[in-house]
């Protein structure tokens, strides 16, 4: 029966049903197969702290909003002269220009799309005016469409980040130098191919154009830098952090570029709106999903497995292996899910694995989704893939020869970032996100035998045999004998605390001789307890 619900299921997405109906009906009939469970269980956690209590959840639409706003202004234009201005001099200077202003829209759109139509509609033609290749330049703009998905405010980290329940802020700075090596790696090649080319032509650096060009997109490249300050010194909050980008977007959108008419906000909320209520969906119904697979433990059971292969009584090698593995799989998840359907069913079933395994929540998450942005180009079924076809006019096939060259230096970069994990974590506290694995926790010493009694010399006049005595005589609190007198005696008298101190660290057999004096084995071979000793100061204490 389960493998007959799980076969039409699989048909069922094969032929265009909604992922969300997909992830809806798993739910209902997995939660309905369990006993003394309704079907109504798998809205359990929807309506938890897990999802619809979430405070991050407030932050989709808001950044949504700011990313569709932008790409309906000017943004695109002025990012595209600002990088040209900046950078054209350079060898395949053109080519760098579209991975900078693809890695920024992108930060803003999450790799929805959006940005291969915007930024690569505009660059695309006049990347084969300038005699680059088309097939590389079908590539670069296809790539670009992805970038950018490691730096603030990007929704896939917001994302991660709520689903894993981490810190959001420490997510974008774990992403910033993996990010940077990213695009880094491409923009070698970008250089590469235009030394290569010497038709390609190269734009004089003029200063007073880039200036100019700056100033005109001051206010948009101000934004990034303003939101990774208020989240890194703790002024604004995530969710805070969200409603400044909306606000702030809109205002300079509307009233200081005026790119944008105020009538013309309503199909922009409509539209981005739109996008978010698909995404909500699809996430409601993949928590749910989820939810019956962390009940039916399938984590465990994905560790045990695991286990079987890996080596864990070597973390170091338990780790290599593990990130290996998950690399492999998750490159084949980006392939045929969408970013946001694949971090919400996914992140719950990896996380516990990698936790037991010693990796860091952090660097975790900058892994998944640099695997995830790779996969958005991997053919045969990379969503890029489809979008570049359908807005350029190419066949997908050509399309899969395009990206190779950017898929593999893109696994370079992944290489790097999955095995130094140091890229990640450098700007975090120290200790963030660590995770001890069970086999590096330290047993708990074995119980130390008891010594056995040693003999006990008398002390000497006015030593533990006064101390006794004072505590024997029974006075009241307010007498002479009693507390008081054992006061005095430690602050005044026979010699104070220093008198005390070395009876005890003295010849006369320090705190074991004590414990038996206070106990009444005053004297060697002593079987029955004196009349004073503890329990006297038990009595004078209760009094």
């Not at 209902?28 to 309506?47: H, Q, R, V, W, Y």
């Not at 930024?119 to 084969?128: Q, T």
């Not at 606000?247 to 739109?274: G, H, N, R």
Request: aromatic share 8%.
């Amino acid at each position: 029966m389960d493998v007959l619900i799980v076969v039409g299921l699989i048909l069922l997405a094969l032929l265009g049903s909604p992922l969300l109906a997909i992830f809806a009906a798993a739910a209902m009939i997995l939660f309905a197969g369990l006993e003394d469970t309704s079907i109504t269980g798998a809205a359990a956690d929807i309506f938890s702290e897990k999802f619809a209590e979430s405070p991050l959840l407030v932050t989709i639409p808001l950044f949504t909003f700011a990313g569709y706003l932008m790409a309906e202004s000017g943004t695109p234009q002025r990012l595209v002269r600002v990088s040209r201005a900046w950078f054209g001099w350079m060898p395949g200077g053109l080519a760098m220009v579209c991975l900078v202003a693809s890695a920024f829209f992108t930060t803003f759109t999450g790799g929805s799309g959006i940005t291969i139509v915007a930024i690569g509609g505009l660059l695309f033609p006049a990347l084969l005016s300038e005699k680059y290749p088309e097939r590389f330049s079908l590539g670069l703009v296809t790539a670009g469409g992805s970038l950018g998905l490691l730096f603030p405010p990007s929704l896939p980290i917001v994302l991660f980040a709520v689903v894993a329940g981490i810190e959001v802020e420490k997510m974008f700075l774990a992403g910033l130098l993996p990010g940077v090596v990213t695009i880094f790696a491409l923009a070698v090649y970008a250089a590469f191919v235009g030394v290569k080319s010497p038709e390609i032509p190269r734009q004089k650096f003029e200063a007073k154009e880039a200036w100019a060009s700056l100033i005109a997109v001051f206010w948009e490249l101000l934004l990034p830098v303003l939101l990774i300050a208020a989240l890194a010194f703790g002024v604004l909050r995530i969710h805070e952090a969200a409603a400044f980008t909306a606000l702030y977007v809109l205002i300079i959108e509307v009233f200081v570029y005026k790119d944008v008419k105020i009538k013309a906000l309503q199909p922009i909320v409509k539209e981005s709106m739109t996008m978010v209520g698909a995404i909500l969906a699809i996430l409601a119904t993949a928590v749910g999903f989820t939810g019956y697979l962390i009940q039916a433990e399938v984590p465990m059971k994905i560790l045990a497995w695991m286990q079987s292969f890996i080596d864990t009584s070597d973390p170091v090698q338990a780790q290599i292996m593990f990130l290996l593995v998950l690399n492999v799989f998750l490159l084949v998840v980006g392939m045929l899910m969408d970013i946001f359907s694949a971090i919400v069913v996914v992140v719950p079933l990896v996380l516990p694995v990698a936790r037991q395994l010693g990796v860091n929540d952090y660097h975790l998450g900058i892994v998944f989704l640099l695997n995830l942005e790779i996969g958005y180009l991997t053919p045969p079924v990379g969503l890029n893939l489809f979008i570049s076809s359908f807005r350029f006019g190419k066949p997908v096939t050509a399309l899969y020869k395009a990206v190779l060259p950017f898929i593999g230096l893109l696994l370079v970069a992944l290489a790097v970032t999955t095995y130094i994990p140091s890229l990640s974590l450098m700007f975090l506290p120290e200790g963030a996100g660590d995770n001890v694995p069970a086999s590096q926790v330290e047993a708990a010493p074995d119980p130390v035998e008891p010594l056995p009694d040693a003999p006990i010399e008398p002390p000497p006049s006015g030593g533990l045999d006064d101390l006794e005595g004072l505590l024997d005589e029974g006075g009241d609190l307010e007498g002479g004998g009693g507390l008081d007198a054992l006061e005095q005696e430690l602050e005044g008298g026979g010699g104070g605390l220093d008198a005390l101190e070395q009876e005890l660290n003295g010849t006369g057999g320090g705190l074991d001789a004590l414990e038996q004096e206070l106990n009444g084995a005053g004297g060697q071979g002593a079987t029955e307890p004196a009349a004073g000793g503890l329990d006297a100061l038990e009595r004078e204490l209760a009094e």
